[in-house]
């Protein structure tokens, strides 16, 4: 009997690496595996020239990595989706603590916040949630849970 056992990695296209690596190590993340420039095979791209850093939030070895990647061939194109509607993946959520401290540090650094944190109150729940782009657009929120 097959089954999925978690997510792996969730890659994120950059259109610079330095410039992202820098963004997502300001959320907290740090770099554990550095790949570089090469021909990346069986990702249905040929050429598929790129390099790449997947970054971890926390210690736990098995804890879910961000693929950050900068093509080279294909040259980066395009934009994020123009709204959260669009089908596909949309963004990123990261569960975190200390949201009001993180979005004030942010804030402060010069990410902008498409709102101000909103406590839902989802399924009878306790949490506070934000979003927010990263420098190429894409959508990331931050969630924090509380007890009820």
């Known amino acids: ?13 950059c259109t610079n690496l330095e410039r992202s690596l820098a963004f997502y190590e300001m959320l907290g993340f740090q770099a554990v595996i550095d790949i570089p420039a090469g021909d990346i095979p069986g990702l249905g791209l040929r050429p598929a020239i790129c390099r790449a850093k997947l970054l971890r939030l926390g210690d736990d070895p098995r804890g879910t990595l961000i693929d950050l990647i900068e093509w080279q061939i294909p040259a ?4 994020p989706y123009a709204d ?4 596909g993946i949309a963004r990123l959520c990261l569960r975190v603590k200390g949201l009001d401290e ?8 010069g990410v902008h916040f498409l709102s101000e944190p909103m406590t839902p109150g989802l399924a009878g729940g306790r949490q506070k949630f934000v979003c927010f782009h990263d420098p190429d657009g894409a959508v990331l929120e931050l969630m924090e849970f509380f007890k009820a």
Request: net charge positive; charged share 5%.
């Open 1 to 13: 009997m097959w089954q999925a056992l978690s997510i792996y990695h969730v890659n994120v296209n």
């Open 76 to 79: 980066p194109h395009g934009v």
């Open 84 to 87: 959260l509607g669009h089908t």
């Open 102 to 109: 993180m979005v004030t540090n942010l804030r402060s650094r």
